[in-house]
């Protein structure tokens, strides 16, 4: 087990007692889950937890003065997007044991991928008089933990917007259309834009209860994802440049369709794949209803 050594002194590790996160909607909060298979970029994640943290204790382990001023930081980072940043930070005040809420809400437009969650107890201002052995830097990490929300699994998932077909030159009673641009190396995020026909009122309802769907739009959505997911492949298999052994930097359009090739065909090879959609286009669209297991809806 890999420990990380700072180069000043830090609390044990029980001078922070948390509760877990919890997935705020509305009124009612459940324990956050590992996965969210049924988000979309549409979806913002409210969260909540509770930290309790001995104040006391936690400066005289440090070697801290009395009254340092410390608190509760939250940073977020999704791997499918790339993006991070600032979550929440608490000011700790006082002496003694202090039980703080810590609540935040995510942008589903800014997420994707893997959310990771870090809470961390920190030095609040910076203490140029204290001891060599002694944090002294404002944001000096006493404590942390990390905990992760998976948002999608082996459906691709990509922004998206809701539109009238009618003024655009898509086929006006289209329910959907997967739009691609940019080489492979181009990030992912601005790639690719799934735009739903809102005159498709099943489509788009589908996607306004991907929250809490219902039995037809758990059907809808999987329709949509198959065809995305056969879109995004044949797409890659007709650019040259997409190869087993291809290097695209991560978050990159290539990057996200070698991973979901792999999650769709792990047995096989670019190449065999790529011969066999343009020898047989039938069993290839076959291949990938059940490489998608499309309408496997719980």
Known sequence: MTRRVLPYRVPSEDVVETEPWLLVDGDDAAPMPEALPDWDYHMDLR???????????????????????????????????????????????????????????????????????????????????????????????????????????????????????????????????????GSLDSATMGSLLLLVNEKNTVTATAFENAAKPRPVDRIVLSAVYADAARTMIEHALGQDDFTQDADFPDGSLGATMLNLFDQLFPDQSITDVRLRRRSSPALFASDMQAAVKIFEVS
């Open 47 to 181: 969260l909540r937890r509770t930290v309790r943290v001995d104040l006391d204790r936690a400066r005289t382990q440090s070697g801290l003065p009395v009254d340092a001023a410390l608190g509760l930081a939250v940073a977020w980072t999704a791997t499918g997007s790339n993006l991070g940043g600032p979550a929440s930070h608490v000011p700790l005040i006082g002496h003694g044991t202090i039980s703080t809420d810590i609540e935040t809400l995510l942008r589903g437009s800014d997420l994707g991928g893997l959310v990771l969650l870090d809470t961390a107890l920190v030095l609040a201002e910076r203490l140029p008089d204290a001891r060599p052995s002694s944090p002294r830097r404002a944001g000096s990490v006493l404590w942390s933990d990390r905990e992760s929300l998976r948002l999608q699994g082996d459906a691709p998932q990509f922004p998206m917007a809701v539109i009238d077909f009618a003024r655009t030159s898509f086929p006006e009673h289209a329910a959907w259309h997967l739009q691609i641009s």
